[in-house]
């Protein structure tokens, strides 16, 4: 259960914020990313295929995808999932937050970088092991994937033979080149949906077939997905929770802010800050506008950021994923060696964190940070799939109030000219 705590620079900023979400202007948003649900058409019809979960994670695709996931299951010691960007961020992000606690099937990535070292790490990693790949590409145009595939797949011809082919699992959309090139060489072949773009996947085959691999339950993540869809597209005006984080955010930019921290203060959120940080840099990062988005992870990250956080320029706002019930009770044993710390004597683990958490939201508070608090009542498969859903929904209304198409993402052209120009591409 996702909740919400706004904890603001002075009690005079509540007055003109109150005033910044009653506006009209602001308010719009919310009502267009709300009538999207309807099916009413809206400006980005042909990018809001995450938007009802059910289009592309129905019950019956989450069976389908469960009973292909258990044969890959019982063969493999190792799924390699090759994609990049929002192809891998939202089952990477729950894949590492649940990693410690066993995984059904080892998975691991490729296709993230083009880095020779990692591969050749990698291949070393896979050369005694039963593997199968996922190629997770929207068009497969991306360099990263296709390298990744193309380092692969000898590896695989060299390793099964003439049945290699079924160690090859291809992600993309219908229609597109990598569907025919799937069935000229009879890769199995799952859909990347047309209409919905990589960072709002998770909730598709793209997410959800690594995560049925990796022996997760998608029935739970999809369900807290579902939850949240109902939530925010009847909460109305200033009771919606996506509308009041996405005004928080718009109305600190208008005061001159520039940067957003999302933090958190357990590890097992690191890789879902990722996720966030892609999400909102390549959704609003345009036209010279946005946030600009940084993931830390505390208490590790006082040592290092928290010191600009404190006293650097004071231009940043602050979110916090709050979790409020313990996951997890270690208790601090009395020592006879007189170490310094004999105050933590009989305290828990968890309410050592949560000291520090509340000391650092206080701290930051009070050198003119605004904080805006994300709670979670535990974090579980269903949280996530509330946060996801949560995060997608805000980027949607928060890029319409900054007036940028959230769903694009034309600067990374750039520099794949000039580096397509290199490789002779
Ligand atoms: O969110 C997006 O659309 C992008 O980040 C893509 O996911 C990323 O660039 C990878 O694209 P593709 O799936 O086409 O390889």
Redesign the pocket.
């Known amino acids: 259960m996702l909740k919400i705590k706004k904890t603001f620079l002075k009690d005079s900023s509540y007055g003109s914020f109150d005033e910044y979400m009653a506006s009209s202007k602001n308010l719009k948003a919310l009502d267009n990313v709300q009538r999207s649900l309807s099916d009413i058409p809206t400006k980005y019809k042909n990018d809001l295929g995450w938007i009802s979960i059910d289009k592309w994670a129905s019950n019956q695709r989450l069976d389908e995808l469960e009973k292909f996931a258990h044969e890959v299951q019982n063969k493999a010691d190792v799924l390699v999932v090759v994609?990049?960007?929002?192809?891998n961020?939202g089952a990477r992000a729950v894949i590492e937050a649940f990693r410690k606690q066993g995984l059904a099937c080892d998975i691991v990535y490729a296709?993230i970088n083009l880095s020779a070292d990692y591969y050749n790490n990698l291949l070393k990693e896979l050369a005694d092991k039963e593997v199968y790949i996922n190629v997770?590409?929207?068009?497969?145009?991306?360099l990263?994937?296709g390298l990744g595939f193309r380092i692969l797949k000898p590896f695989l011809e060299k390793k099964y033979g003439d049945q290699y082919q079924k160690h090859i699992i291809m992600t993309g959309t219908l229609g597109s080149p990598l569907e025919k090139l799937s069935k000229d060489q009879g890769y199995p072949f799952l859909i990347?949906p047309t209409d919905i773009?990589?960072?709002?996947?998770v909730f598709s085959d793209?997410g959800l077939f690594p995560l049925a691999v990796a022996g997760f339950n998608i029935k739970k993540l999809v369900n807290g997905a579902r939850k949240m869809c109902k939530q925010l597209s009847t909460e109305e005006n200033n009771d919606n929770l996506a509308y009041q984080y996405a005004a928080f955010r718009n109305y600190f930019l208008t005061q001159g802010y520039k940067l957003e921290v999302l933090g958190h203060f357990e590890p097992q959120l690191d890789l879902f800050g990722r996720w966030w940080t892609?999400?909102f840099a390549?959704s609003e990062g345009k036209e010279n506008k946005g946030l600009y988005p940084v993931a830390l992870s505390y208490s590790e990250d006082l040592h290092s950021v928290g010191q600009y956080v404190q006293q650097g320029q004071k231009d940043l706002v602050e979110t916090f994923i709050v979790i409020d019930t313990a996951n997890s009770s270690l208790k601090v044993a009395p020592s006879e060696v007189k170490d310094g710390f004999d105050y933590l004597n009989g305290k828990d683990v968890w309410d050592i964190n949560k000291v520090s958490e509340d000391s650092t939201m206080q701290a930051h508070y009070e050198v003119g940070v605004p904080v805006f608090e994300i709670h979670l009542d535990e974090l579980s498969l269903e949280t996530f799939g509330e946060l996801f859903y949560f995060f997608e929904f805000s980027v949607y209304i928060s890029g319409l109030i900054l007036e940028v198409n959230p769903?694009n993402?034309p600067g990374?052209e750039a520099y794949k000219k000039l580096m397509f120009k290199g490789l002779g591409k």
């Open positions: 994609g990049v960007g929002g192809s961020q296709g997770i590409a929207k068009n497969f145009e991306t990263e994937p990347f773009g990589g960072r709002y996947s793209v892609q999400l390549e769903f993402q990374v």
